[in-house]
Nanobody
C-alpha cells in the first residue's frame, strides 16, 4: 500500500467531511489522482478525479455540486471535500493514482479508466 487515505468517520445527513490522500513514497502532483468508493454489497465506483496535466477535475453525477477534489502540493496531499452528505454516500472511500504518464481520468463517456496504485480505504458513514 503506497497511498494513505484518512479522514472518514460518522456524520449526520447534511454534514461535511474532508478526506485526505497522501504518500511518503512519491510526489502526488506528478500523477492523476482519483477517489473511489465501495458501499456494502455494491461494486466500487469512481467518485472524482483530478488530472495531472491541467488540474481539470471530474465528478460522478451522484456527487456533482457536493464534493470538491483539490491538491495541496506543499503537503503532497489530495483532498476530497464532501458537503451535504447523504446516507447513500456511506461507503469505504479509496484514493488511487494513474500510471505515470497516463493522465486521463475517464473515457469520453465518463467511465473511469484503470488506476494503478491504491491506498487502504477510509470508512464514511452518514447516518442520524
Amino acid at each position: 500500500v503506497q497511498l494513505q487515505a484518512y479522514g472518514g468517520g460518522l456524520v449526520q445527513p447534511g454534514g461535511s467531511l474532508r478526506l485526505s490522500c497522501t504518500t511518503s513514497r512519491f510526489t502526488l502532483n506528478s500523477y492523476t489522482v482519483g477517489w473511489f468508493r465501495q458501499a456494502p454489497g455494491k461494486e466500487r465506483e469512481g467518485v472524482s478525479c483530478i488530472s495531472v496535466t491541467d488540474g481539470s477535475t471530474y465528478y460522478a453525477d451522484s456527487v456533482k455540486g457536493r464534493f470538491t477534489i483539490s491538491r495541496d502540493n506543499a503537503k503532497n496531499t489530495v483532498y476530497l471535500q464532501m458537503d451535504s452528505l447523504k446516507p447513500e454516500d456511506t461507503a469505504v472511500y479509496y484514493c488511487a493514482t494513474k500510471t505515470f504518464g497516463l493522465p486521463r481520468c475517464t473515457t469520453a463517456s465518463g467511465t473511469f479508466l484503470p488506476f494503478a496504485s491504491w491506498g487502504q480505504g477510509t470508512l464514511v458513514t452518514v447516518s442520524s
